[in-house]
């Protein structure tokens, strides 16, 4: 799973965090930044919903 909800009771908080890229499976370390990883790593061409003709 790429997504994990992380629950802090006591402050009545949850935290959505990407653990994995979803387009490569790049695991990130805890305190990573995501989008270094995309903006680093990625095109718009690895993301099927932007290619040309939008992924159709």
């Known amino acids: 799973m790429t997504i994990e909800a992380r629950r802090y009771e006591g ?7 990407m653990t994995a890229c979803p387009f490569c ?4 370390s805890k305190n990573e ?7 680093n790593d990625h095109t718009v061409d690895d993301v ?3 290619r040309s003709g ?3």
């Open 48 to 50: 099927p919903a932007l």
């Open 25 to 28: 499976g790049y695991e990130f």
């Open 33 to 39: 930044h995501r989008w270094r990883h995309f903006l």
């Open 54 to 56: 939008g992924g159709r």
């Open 11 to 17: 402050q009545g908080v949850t935290q959505i965090v």
